[in-house]
């Protein structure tokens, strides 16, 4: 299996751990987790940042969302469509300027939204929608119905990621 993963990620180093887990599957072998996988490259030393692929956040043109969230709260979750005009033109971009944190690119490790977005991702397991309407209403229910317990279990494990990124030099961790 490990032969398989490392020759699947030689022949196209932008394939993800799911793509990856994928192209491995055999019947007479167990699965390998998406999480084995990442292991399996990292001390292979395919996780340079070549080895990395770009992301679609969360839409992929089905319903894009914006969510956010605090220790006190769930935020709303709020449609939006990347590349509008609206959402480039200078006006908006002066108004949402900050002082940038240096920060590893796609690091979904210290991004805990990202964990949020796999958590809604599982709520909706299973679930089908015939238009954007539906989607939205299905993604709307499951983001209310995730507890405070589960958004204060990820803040808290915070400390330890931000260490573990720093233990591993920006490289993925287990997180």
């Known amino acids: 299996m490990d032969r398989n993963i490392l020759r699947s990620c030689r022949e196209d180093p932008r394939r993800t751990s799911t793509d990856i887990q994928v192209f491995v599957t055999s019947p007479n072998e167990p699965v390998p987790s998406r999480r084995t996988i990442r292991r399996r490259l990292q001390v292979a030393g395919l996780y340079a940042p070549q080895y990395q692929c770009p992301t679609v956040k969360h839409g992929g043109g089905s319903e894009m969302v914006w969510g956010c969230f605090s220790d006190t709260s769930m935020g709303p979750l709020k449609r939006i469509q990347d590349n509008d005009p609206k959402h480039t033109s200078g006006h908006v971009a002066n108004w949402f300027r900050v002082d940038l944190l240096e920060w590893p690119s796609q690091s979904p490790d210290l991004n805990p939204i990202e ?45 330890r990621r931000c260490q573990a990124v720093i233990d591993a030099k920006g490289y993925p961790t287990k997180y």
Request: net charge negative; aromatic share 8%; proline share 4%.
């Open 115 to 159: 964990h949020m977005w796999e958590e809604l991702e599982q709520r909706l397991k299973g679930f089908r929608a015939s238009n954007a309407n539906q989607i939205f209403a299905q993604l709307e229910a499951a983001w209310k119905s995730i507890p405070m317990t589960v958004v204060q279990t990820l803040l808290d494990s915070m400390p």
